[in-house]
T-cell receptor
Framework: DSGVTQTPKHLITATGQRVTLRCSPR?????VYWYQQSLDQGLQFLIQYYNGEERAKGNILERFSAQQFPDLHSELNLSSLELGDSALYFC????????????FGPGTRLTVT | GQNIDQPTEMTATEGAIVQINCTYQTSGFNGLFWYQQHAGEAPTFLSY????GLEEKGRFSSFLSRSKGYSYLLLKELQMKDSASYLCAVRGDYKLSFGAGTTVTVRA
């Protein structure tokens, strides 16, 4: 158990819908990262937050957005969902934005039908 | 950006040694990581190299050559539980870019 929690564990929804994935980092960690893992794309970095502010952006679609709240939990919002958005979404946390070790949560499996 | 290459699959026998190679091209380098991921589970951190040389941690060792853009992960005394995907990742600035992963199958 990494100490990072993610909810929900599974999510099934229809195309065009909007969903919110939630992540709570390890106690004391200030930085949160979101990743998408699909069968054909591997593990892709989406976005990073540090202490409430966006720090780095990867291959995140405009239909996706995220934020980190004052209590340091983070949410990833996915809208206008498409079949291709079906994937495992991982959240990871680290102590600081420069920490080399990231601890991954168990992931949320999103299925878009 | 980053371009990271590693073999797709490797098979080895229990008790043997396997070496997983990773080559990378990057516009910025702040460290190379190896993660282990069992199917359907989260990646778990194995090793980190930022300077050239070998880092040993129990049965796992990782090597880095920055001038060659090359790393390898060495798994010794293979056990059945080592059957998993091994991901090579490179950090540039604050972003961690992952290779597609090498699936290692350990046979009895």
């Amino acid at each position: 158990d990494s100490g990072v929690t993610q909810t929900p564990k599974h999510l099934i929804t229809a195309t065009g819908q909007r969903v919110t994935l939630r992540c709570s980092p390890r106690s004391g960690d200030l930085s949160v990262y979101w990743y998408q893992q699909s069968l054909d794309q591997g593990l892709q970095f989406l976005i990073q937050y540090y202490n409430g502010e966006e720090r780095a952006k990867g291959n995140i679609l405009e239909r996706f957005s995220a934020q980190q709240f004052p209590d340091l939990h983070s949410e990833l919002n996915l809208s206008s969902l498409e079949l291709g958005d079906s994937a495992l979404y991982f959240c990871a946390s680290s102590l600081t934005s420069a920490s080399y070790e990231q601890y991954f949560g168990p992931g949320t499996r999103l299925t878009v039908t | 950006g980053q371009n990271i290459d590693q073999p797709t699959e490797m098979t080895a026998t229990e008790g043997a040694i396997v070496q997983i190679n990773c080559t990378y091209q990057t516009s910025g380098f702040n460290g190379l990581f190896w993660y282990q991921q069992h199917a359907g589970e989260a990646p778990t951190f194995l090793s980190y190299n930022v300077l050239d040389g070998l880092e040993e941690k129990g049965r796992f060792s990782s090597f880095l050559s920055r001038s060659k853009g090359y790393s390898y992960l060495l798994l010794k005394e293979l056990q059945m539980k080592d059957s998993a995907s091994y991901l090579c990742a490179v950090r540039g600035d604050y972003k961690l870019s992952f290779g597609a992963g090498t699936t290692v199958t350990v046979r009895a």
